[in-house]
């Protein structure tokens, strides 16, 4: 996943970087540089297809 995909996803699922962040348990500064310029790791990358995919209110992968 690209760094711009990620952005897209995001933007699907109504997240900006520090609710991304809370919600795939990174800290807010990670979850940016995740959509600017660091590499995805692939378990993130797969939690953000999924939500989208399969509609996921990203409250509740937070709650998990």
Do not use: C
């Not at 999924?50 to 937070?62: A, G, N, Q, S």
């Amino acid at each position: 996943m690209t760094n711009a995909q990620y952005r897209i996803l995001l933007e699907h699922l109504g997240l900006n970087a520090q609710e991304a962040g809370r919600v795939i348990g990174v800290s807010r500064r990670q979850a940016q540089r995740y959509a600017t310029n660091d590499a995805i790791p692939r378990p993130v990358a797969k939690l953000v297809r999924l939500m989208v995919e399969y509609r996921i209110d990203p409250e509740h992968v937070e709650a998990l």
